[in-house]
């Protein structure tokens, strides 16, 4: 279903497997190929250690700001589908284990949205330094209702563990 207004949206992207900074940027470029979406700002990729297991590679990470004219359900469907494509198995893989790729709405509008399957603004984007810094980059004074501004968040996690890979 499309809006007929174009929405700001922030996307995370996150591998950690099968050339993870190749990974991210085909996602990145898939981004903008999504029915009636816009890449509009892509942060630099950051190198990270994994929060699951940690037998694990390092995960490579991004964010994108967007302007979509897909509703959140839908743009989750495209989102899903976009890592089908890219070789993502939801089935085979382990909650925060290794994978290809990842892609998570951070942030729609200004909306809170708490539903089966889909929950904005991105439950844990306060404590993850992987989506807080890159998008600290491109977003800093971004609103993530019901918390704070991007710049106040990102004030209070640790980015050491971070490693700027490209631009």
């Not at 302007?67 to 382990?94: C, F, I, N, W, Y």
Request: aromatic fraction near 6%; glycine fraction near 8%.
């Amino acid at each position: 279903m499309y809006t007929r207004l174009w929405i700001p949206a922030c996307i995370g992207v996150g591998s950690n497997l099968d050339d993870p900074v190749a990974q991210v940027r085909a996602a990145l470029t898939g981004l903008g190929a999504l029915p009636g979406t816009r890449v509009q700002f892509m942060s630099g990729l950051y190198r990270n250690p994994p929060m699951g297991s940690p037998d694990q590679p390092d995960y490579v990470n991004a964010v994108a700001c967007i302007l979509t004219q897909l509703a959140p359900r839908d743009l989750l469907s495209a989102l899903q589908a976009l890592e089908r494509k890219l070789g993502r198995d939801r089935v085979a893989q382990v909650r925060w284990g290794p994978r290809c790729i990842d892609l998570d709405i951070l942030t729609y509008a200004c909306r809170s949205i708490d539903e089966e399957g889909l929950c904005i603004p991105h439950p844990g984007i306060s404590r993850r330094n992987f989506v807080l810094f890159p998008l600290l980059e491109i977003a800093p004074e971004l609103p993530i209702p019901g918390l704070d501004s991007v710049r106040r968040l990102a004030a209070d996690v640790d980015g050491s563990m971070l490693e700027r890979v490209a631009g």
